[in-house]
């Protein structure tokens, strides 16, 4: 088989691969496992269609006083079409075609197995447990962060074939995708600084144009911040907020987080670390690691906010997809041809079945650290889809009742939803009971599971017509020219 025909097969794989991510994905959604983030998202992007401020969504409101997340103008056509499942249709074709990108610019090299040899190491990262755990991102569905693997791939890809075009149009996505953005490019071209360096041009050269990539990509952060601040109307944006959080923090829990997280990320990257040992040279290694560290320190400090909970630190989905990102960037720009030399890949392209058993063990350790130290077992997730098993709180005839209701009212009413159920609702607009303040409107209809809630102090209950159907309390404005009754009638209650 020639280069172009293991081309060819590639990217069938990865077209197979990506399918199944997919696949997976929508399944899981119909079965109502995805909350808040992914309806969050799925708001913004359509926001200024629907006559609302860009990056507009009825929770946080101004989300552009948040987070960068301009990208989502480039995601409206697919949710305009496929609601929510959008999200996941541009993500992974974004994915594809950035693991295609990869796939056309590389060369073999070595004997015929060269190409082989590249793309398992970079699939095994690209496509492997990591990668469909982040495409999964349990529970939170969906959130701008996880498009972080396809763009440093890109950009990646970009700064190794020397393509200026695509390493400014990759580095402009990677900036309005998230504020991390800029952070992310910066290692990448840091990293290929320091692997591409011989020593020929001097200690001093290599400080200067170190210092040139620090300082054009931290100019590039800080814009990207004070246009945050510019859009939060000049008031503390979330990383005040952070800053003043941990303050508060004492000693010993502020020890605490960082001990726990390192250790945490260091067990995560074992696979990682121990498949690029097998590959490369220490020194190559010691690259990755000091060039991974602004992307670090950048994912503790987004931690802040949420402490003294540590979960959405670095090894949350929203971080670790920028630093596998940026790691699957740095395979790919060390399999240019003066790196080659330097490492063990001219052994593996003589000895190709050798490397596919550290392409093996590499992806069975993912499984096991996703398992121990994120308590997801992958296996399990699949099998729960294919069996079509429920979350705990959500039952087959609750669906049937609320997916009565959403087709009973009007398309774009305003709704307000229990958890778990947003997805039967994906065509109407969403309002959120912990902000109705932010709602477009009062809500033609709320759904709570909870008395207590109907003491809510942001609804009059003397606009609303309080019913129950099944475990459902059922506030229907009094406005409304929908009828629900249909639904109680179905139900039996």
């Not at 065509?427 to 477009?440: I, K, Q």
Request: aromatic residues 16%.
């Amino acid at each position: 088989m020639n280069i172009r025909q293991e081309k060819r097969s590639a990217i069938l794989l990865c077209i197979i691969v990506i399918s199944l991510f997919l696949g997976f994905k929508i399944l899981k959604y119909n079965l109502c496992y995805y909350t808040t983030d992914l309806f969050s998202s799925l708001q913004v992007t359509k926001s200024w269609l629907e006559g609302f401020p860009l990056l507009w969504e009825s929770r946080n409101g101004n989300t552009a006083g948040m987070h960068n997340n301009y990208i989502a103008l480039f995601f409206s056509p697919f949710t305009v079409i496929w609601g929510a499942k959008g999200l996941f249709i541009a993500h992974a074709i974004l994915l594809l075609l950035s693991l295609i990108y990869f796939i056309c610019t590389a060369n073999g090299f070595g004997s015929g197995n060269g190409f082989k040899v590249i793309f398992l190491f970079v699939a095994a990262l690209g496509l492997g447990p990591y990668s469909f755990w982040i495409f999964d991102n349990p529970y939170l569905g969906w959130f701008f962060d996880l498009l972080f693997i396809p763009l440093a791939i890109i950009l990646g890809v970009s700064v190794r074939s020397g393509n200026r075009v695509m390493i400014i149009i990759s580095g402009l996505l990677l900036i309005i995708t998230k504020e991390e953005g800029p952070v992310i490019a910066c290692c990448i071209h840091l990293y290929n600084l320091f692997a591409t360096y011989t020593g020929k041009e001097g200690r001093m050269v290599l400080f200067v144009k170190s210092a040139r990539i620090i300082s054009v990509w931290f100019f590039l952060f800080i814009v990207s911040m004070l246009t945050i601040y510019i859009a939060n109307d000049f008031k503390p944006t979330k990383i005040a907020v952070a800053l003043e959080n941990y303050m508060r923090l004492p000693l010993e829990a502020k020890i605490s987080y960082y001990a726990d997280e390192l250790l945490k990320l260091f067990l995560l990257l074992v696979p990682v670390i121990l498949f690029l040992i097998s590959v490369f040279k220490v020194r190559t290694i010691g690259f990755i690691v000091l060039a991974l560290v602004p992307l670090i320190i950048t994912g503790l400090i987004s931690g802040f906010i949420y402490l003294p909970n540590g979960n959405f630190s670095v090894t949350w989905t929203a971080r670790f997809s920028g630093i596998l990102g940026f790691i699957t960037a740095a395979v790919i720009l060390s399999t240019n041809e003066n790196l080659i030399a330097k490492s063990r890949l001219l052994y593996f392209t003589r000895n190709v079945s050798y490397f596919f058993i550290l392409f093996l063990l590499c992806i069975s350790l993912q499984f096991i650290s996703l398992n121990y130290i994120k308590n997801y077992n992958l296996l399990d997730q699949v099998l729960a889809v294919k069996n079509s098993d429920l979350p705990a709180t959500v039952s087959t005839e609750r669906i049937a009742i609320l997916k009565c209701i959403s087709n009973a009212i009007t398309p774009g009413s305003v709704v307000v939803i229990p958890e778990y159920y947003y997805n039967l609702f994906e065509y109407h607009s969403y309002a959120w009971l912990d902000n109705l303040s932010n709602a477009e409107r009062e809500p033609e209809i709320i759904i709570l599971t909870d008395s207590s809630q109907l003491k809510h102090k942001d609804i009059d209950l003397g606009n609303y017509q309080v019913s129950k159907i099944d475990t459902f309390y059922i506030l229907e404005n009094t406005s409304n020219t929908f009828n629900i009754e249909k639904c109680r009638i179905k139900s039996g209650f």
